[in-house]
């Protein structure tokens, strides 16, 4: 405890670091107070919650701006669709795949067609977010109502956007993951609230070895997003001048979750499908009516399973396009690199895919039973507000958004030779470069 009061004093002291977290803190203060202030023309007393699958997914990142009918009701996630999309076009379209390699200039170009995209994405979805308003709640002429809104949304995104850069420049952490973190954190005190309040006095044991449980949660999620593989690299001996310089020997880390939270955004996405299509037949079919029940309820087994398979397929292919061997190969070669035992070229190619495709199973595996522990947390008699911080793309994004601020801070510390934020060991980022070892 004393090491911890003394680190939080060195933080303070350092003068760059407090104003970045100050200015962070701000930053964050000002997008909590936004989800807040209703849009024109909405009664608020008159809002039905809609709390049900993808709405209940977006209003948790959002942290309940979606459900307040706020200005931020949309928030940060167009922009987080236009980057994705963005990031798919640079592997599948050649035109993209130059601009990214054309350096700062690409990459200026990239982000510039983002933003454009995140406003065509924030129009098409304001018009979307109208439609889920109640007829009751909306105290204007209804055209007058759908133009205005969809004006103010589309503000209220760029807003968050800009907010989100301002706390990467001036702040501290990544501000687009921060935003998200902050409005799923933001919904935690009133879940923990809920959930004792549920379980009365007699409950009081197992309000405990919940929170028990959940600990140990969190400490396995942290493992899988900080475990790496390293692959030993050695460097061939220089020659400088007069000198003759020993090789010098590093590692490639790949990541066991190379792939992210990613793969289950996406299975969650298309879960929603067998719903929505069953229901155009609903009338008609029993078929249909039993799929449609069954993968409306996220806690049968049949929808876990599917959402099981469909993670681990899609870990292996965000993998496959976030992690490219061929080009870490060509980058030791360039760089006079080699792994110890394998042949330089195709063959280190082969052995990285190899490496990387054996360490994503186990991986791929766990990150598909973080994604159902909620479910399983609700069959054992958690309610379903607790139960989203036991797995899922919640906890991943907070585990991961934490751990690179924290990286952050340690980096400052360092600098100013202080002692780091743990006595031992070192603090990994979820982005750690792989092109780290040229």
Request: charged share 10%; net charge positive.
């Amino acid at each position: 405890m004393k090491k911890f009061i003394t680190t939080l004093k060195n933080i303070w002291t350092i003068d760059d670091l407090r104003v970045r977290i100050l200015n962070t803190l701000g930053f964050i203060a000002i997008f909590r107070l936004g989800s807040y202030v209703v849009l024109p023309g909405v009664d608020p007393n008159q809002l039905v919650s809609n709390t049900g699958g993808i709405f209940g997914l977006l209003d948790t990142f959002l942290g309940g701006a979606f459900s307040n009918a706020s200005i931020f009701a949309l928030g940060i996630m167009p922009y987080i669709s236009a980057s994705i999309v963005l990031q798919l076009l640079t592997i599948a379209v050649p035109y993209f795949q130059k601009m990214q390699k054309e350096g700062e200039s690409g990459r200026k170009k990239i982000n510039q067609i983002t933003r454009v995209l995140t406003i065509v994405i924030t129009l098409a979805q304001a018009v979307g977010f109208v439609a889920t308003i109640n007829a009751e709640a909306i105290a204007i002429n209804s055209t007058l109502f759908t133009i205005t809104s969809m004006i103010v949304l589309t503000s209220g995104t760029i807003f968050c956007m800009w907010l989100g850069e301002k706390i990467t420049d001036k702040g501290i952490g990544n501000g687009i993951s921060m935003l998200i973190m902050i409005g799923i954190v933001s919904r935690f005190p009133g879940a923990i609230i809920a959930e004792f309040a549920s379980k009365q006095l007699n409950g009081a044991l197992l309000f405990i070895f919940e929170l028990a449980v959940l600990f140990f949660v969190v400490m396995s999620v942290v493992m899988l997003t900080q475990a790496i593989r390293r692959i030993p690299v050695q460097y061939a001996k220089q020659v400088g001048g007069s000198s003759l310089y020993s090789g010098q020997r590093q590692f490639i880390p790949l990541k066991v979750n190379a792939a992210g939270v990613m793969p289950i955004i996406f299975a969650q996405s298309l879960m929603f499908l067998p719903s929505m299509i069953a229901s155009i037949w609903a009338d008609s079919s029993e078929t249909a009516n039993y799929i449609g029940s069954t993968f409306s309820d996220f806690t049968s087994w049949q929808y876990n399973l599917v959402f099981g398979l469909m993670i681990l397929i899609f870990t292996y292919f965000y993998t496959a396009i976030s992690v490219n061997p061929n080009q870490i190969a060509d980058d030791l070669k360039r760089s006079g690199g080699f792994i110890p035992g394998v042949k330089p070229g195709r063959a280190t190619s082969e052995y990285i895919d190899l490496i990387l495709t054996r360490i994503t199973l186990p991986g791929a595996i766990y990150l598909a039973l973080v994604a159902i522990f909620p479910s399983l947390a609700m069959l054992l008699g958690v309610t379903r507000q607790f139960s989203q911080f036991f797995g899922g793309t919640s906890l991943i994004i907070m585990v991961g958004v934490v751990l690179d601020t924290l990286q952050q801070v340690e980096s400052y510390l360092l600098m100013r030779h202080y002692d780091g934020m743990m006595k031992s060991g070192k603090l990994r980022g979820r982005t750690e470069n792989i092109a780290m070892v040229s």
